[in-house]
Structure formats: structure tokens, C-alpha cells
């Protein structure tokens, strides 16, 4: 039997990574786009779980099927304490002309902010939320831990894959596969910590 969860997304590079990972565990991994569901809920939590949850109690809601969440954001030190964190979305979308557009905009922008300052530190934070058929929520999260490069690098990945340097393997994420990416990213690592606990539900 198919096994599907629905990823409360409509980021298809959000959704091509959920699918990638998910996919060798026999999960099929569609988006609420593919029930016709376009509208998006208030993120107005004050955590990365906190966002996960409404998002995945949006959903739930209305499919009555089992539903994944993620909240995610790069926190950069030089731009302030856990900042844009969960209003990364939001501060991309300030400074893009348009909120369609890419994230070519907004990574000059962090580059030219940062230019001569030698605090590079950042991280990426991911929290994922579960909500099963019968309601119950499960969380998981992950982070890793780099910095802002010094210029783009690649064009692999999506929002600010291309300036961010891991402090794992010193991979640069807009340059490395989808694989090695999964293996370190923050998203990576909550997902594999959702993947063991269907794995142990499931007596795998």
C-alpha cells in the first residue's frame, strides 16, 4: 500500500527534498498544491516548532491525512542574535522587487552587508512537525552549523544555499549534490530523526 504524506509546503525545492529523503523509505511525498489547497495559514508562532505546528495543524485540518511541517531559517551573527531565524522568508521577501522572484537579490544583499566583517557565523534551523492520521504530534529538529562564504558559490539548492559555507565536510551547499546536502543539512538531520521514529512505529 502507498504510503503518502502531505508536505504542508508549496516550496518546490522544499518538496523535491522531502521526496529525495523520504523516498527509500517508501513515502510518497505530495504537496498540498497537488489537493488543490493554495491558501497558506498565519505563521505567527515565536519558534521554528511553533510555525511547524500551525502550519501542520492547518492542513491536517482540512485533509484529514497525515501531514509534515517544517519551519526553517538561517540565524547570521552579524545581522543580530538568531536573526532573520524564523523571519528569514519574510526578510528575503523585503528585499526582493518581487516576492516571486529568486533568492539572487537578497544573497548579494547579505554579501555586501557583511563585506570586511570577519564574523562569517551562521547556522541553518529546521524543526519538522508530524501530525498522524489519528492527530497525534510529533517534532524533531536540526541544525548545522557553517558560515557565509565570501562570494556565491554554485547555484544548486534553493534561497541562501548559494553563500553558505557548513562547518561539516566544508561544503559549500550551492555547489554540492542533493545527496551530501541531505546528509548535513539541517533539514537533513531533522528528517532523519522523523525517518527513525516511522521506522520504529512501524517495527522496521
Known amino acids: 500500500m502507498e504510503k503518502i ?8 525545492g522544499k518538496l523535491r527534498e522531502f521526496q529525495e ?3 527509500p523509505f517508501g513515502y510518497t511525498v505530495k504537496s498540498v498544491k497537488d489537493f488543490g489547497h493554495t491558501e497558506e495559514p498565519v505563521e505567527d508562532g515565536k519558534t521554528y516548532a511553533e510555525n511547524a505546528y500551525i502550519k501542520a495543524k ?7 491525512m497525515p501531514v ?24 528575503a521577501d523585503q ?10 537579490k537578497v544573497n548579494a544583499y547579505i554579501l555586501e552587508k557583511l563585506k570586511g ?11 519538522i512537525c508530524l501530525i498522524e492520521k489519528d492527530g497525534k504530534v510529533s517534532s524533531f529538529d536540526g541544525v548545522c552549523e557553517g558560515q557565509i562564504a565570501s562570494e556565491k558559490n554554485g547555484t544548486h539548492g534553493f534561497g541562501y544555499d ?5 562547518d561539516e565536510g566544508g561544503l559549500y551547499f550551492g555547489i554540492v549534490s542533493e545527496d551530501e546536502k541531505n546528509r548535513i543539512s539541517h533539514r537533513g538531520k531533522a528528517l532523519e530523526k522523523l ?5 520504529e512505529k512501524e517495527g522496521n
Open 195 to 199: 525517518v527513525a521514529y516511522l521506522k
Open 68 to 91: 509534515i511541517a517544517d519551519d526553517s531559517g538561517i540565524e547570521i551573527e552579524a545581522l543580530g542574535e538568531h536573526y532573520p531565524g524564523i523571519y528569514s522568508a519574510r526578510f
Open 95 to 104: 528585499i526582493k522587487d518581487n516576492p516571486s522572484d529568486g533568492y539572487e
Open 21 to 23: 529523503i523520504l523516498k
Open 117 to 127: 566583517n570577519p564574523n562569517r557565523r551562521a547556522s541553518y534551523h529546521c524543526a
Open 58 to 64: 492547518y492542513y491536517f485540518d482540512a485533509l484529514k
Open 5 to 12: 504524506i502531505v508536505l504542508a509546503s508549496h516550496n518546490k
Open 162 to 166: 548559494p553563500i553558505f559555507k557548513a
